[in-house]
Each structure stands twice: as C-alpha cells, then as structure tokens.
C-alpha cells in the first residue's frame, strides 16, 4: 500500500497512471467520473495536484504533486512535508 495523502491509501498493483490535472482530457476524465460515481476525492479540501487511474477504472483525486507520488510507488518512501502539499 503506498500513501497518497492524508492517511489515504492505494494498492501499488492497482494503479496504471498518474496524471497532472490542469490537461482537458484529465479534466474530462475527472468529470465523467464524478458523474459515474466513481471518482475518490482524498484531497481534504486542498487542489488536486494528481490524478491516480487504478485498474478497476477508478479515478483518485489527490493533494500530493505527482513527483511525489511516483517517488512512493517506486519505493521511494521519502516523506517530506514539503511532499505533502
């Protein structure tokens, strides 16, 4: 499992991308989730720097920039404050 944010986490085997947010394709992704219910909002509030795509077609919406979130599914655990926002 590997740390997306505020105590919030996700299975390393389930994810297939990250992605920044700011693309119009994301966006519309993010959307059409929303709409489909299943988009996973873990961003207490705070802009969503990454967008995690999980295998069961699942988008999560989270906090930390997507640098840091590559560094944590590599294994690279560094938690810095910085990281997490």
């Known amino acids: 499992m590997t740390n997306i944010g505020f105590s919030n986490f996700v299975s390393k085997q389930r994810v297939v991308a990250v992605a920044g947010p700011d693309s119009a394709p994301i966006k519309r ?6 709409d489909a219910g ?3 909002d873990v961003t207490c509030g705070r802009k969503t720097q990454s967008v995690i795509l999980t295998d069961s077609g699942h988008v999560i919406l989270s906090a930390l920039n997507t640098k840091s979130i590559q560094k944590r599914l590599a ?4 938690e810095d404050a910085e ?3």
Do not use: R
Request: no cysteine; aromatic share 0%.
């Open 29 to 34: 992704l993010i959307q059409d989730a929303k």
């Open 83 to 85: 990281d997490e926002l």
């Open 38 to 40: 299943i988009a996973v």
């Open 75 to 78: 294994g690279e655990e560094k």
